[in-house]
């Protein structure tokens, strides 16, 4: 008997990220990589962090950041996220706000604190590939959430019984999803809203590409809606999901919810029992380079990943054959491509990495792996010109696929 019998039978749903995986490649230098959802580090703010962790470490700050801390998060960064908050319709303080190890631990705790075995879970057809590793740990069934769509809340119930077990929340990205680069409109959102009313769930708003718009107006956040309509975002049931990977650094691990307090204190028991807190030097840095050049660095990430979307999108109408279609998003980090029916992203993965080029199939973000014909470029991390060379090889590619 090997130590491997003994794993608890929720571990038969983990599987390796595909994305993860693809990562690898990026340590290839010959290989174009449209595969990763990663911001580009020749952007990070190096020099305010390199002055943030010296003042971490200096004479005043070292004992603090250095030393464990609330479980809650670093109080100065926690009034930050409020003032953010706010000004972006939602009223909130401290006691709404935890500070996660990024907005992934998060949406693990979300699974961990809403979801029994059979329980429904709402979810964007395709979704991001990260919550359905989160969420699948806690051995849930997967229902489509279509926002807008005429399907009754008594049927959606019903099917969750049926499954032996409730519906428990919605979970979506509505600011340029991963890994459509789709967007809600406000009348969608608020179709969300009312379902959830409907049938008493939690609404996960996963936010993590909100700041990254480069064309279009900011439409309000499902939370910033809610408030409107109930004016206490502790009567609330949307919880929000903050990130800093996608604006300042992804490598320090830093994000946030907000929540009404009774939310936030269970997530809090949560975190004690997981980690203990987020890293504080992390937390420190981070309050540091938010405060003195947050709005200035996103006004530079906008100009640049916006200028790169458009080289995407022009290379993709310039090369694509006939009968492969993608999303043209007003921000984030990603275009979706639909290929003809027959066709399998999987397969042309295998292809495509040969002409040296790579990309995410698709199939991956749904929850059934059914769908095979699509895949995910990212367009972030790629200057003007390999995004060119890359869109003609994998053009070239699907075009070679179509004519076998």
Known sequence: MQTTDLFAKRTDAMKASEIRELLKLLDQPDIISFAGGIPDPDYFPREAFTQAMQIALGQDMAATSLQYAASEGYAPLRAWIA??????????????????????????????????????????????????????????????????????????????ALAGGRVKFSYLSPDFANPT???????????????????DIAVIEDAAYQSLRYAGDDVPSIL?????QKGDIDACRTIFCGSFSKTLAPGLRVGWVVAAKP????????????????????????????????DEHVTTLRAVYG???????????????????WTEPQGGMFVWVTLPKHLDGKLLLEQALAQKVAFVPGAAFYADGDTRNTMRLNFTMTDDQAIQTGIARLANVIQTALSS
């Open 83 to 160: 003032g953010y908050m706010k000004e972006r319709g939602v009223d909130c303080d401290l006691d709404n706000i935890l500070i996660t190890a990024g907005s992934q631990q998060a949406l693990d705790y979300i699974g961990k604190l809403y979801l029994d075995k059979n329980d429904t879970a709402l979810i964007e057809w395709p979704t991001y590939l990260g919550a359905l590793g989160a969420f699948k740990a806690y051995e849930p069934i997967f229902d489509r959430l279509n926002a807008g769509e005429n399907r009754m809340p008594n049927e959606i119930a019903q099917t969750a």
């Open 181 to 199: 680069g789709k967007t809600m409109s406000q009348a969608e959102r608020l179709s969300v809203l009312a379902q959830a009313e409907a049938l």
């Open 224 to 228: 910033a809606l809610e408030m409107e």
């Open 263 to 294: 939310v936030i204190s269970q997530m809090v028991l949560l975190k004690q029992a997981g980690d203990l807190q987020t890293a504080t030097i992390n937390q420190i840095a981070v309050n540091h380079v938010a405060r003195s050049v947050f």
């Open 307 to 325: 200028a790169r979307l458009q080289a995407m999108l022009r290379a993709l109408k310039d090369y694509m054959p006939e009968g492969v279609t």
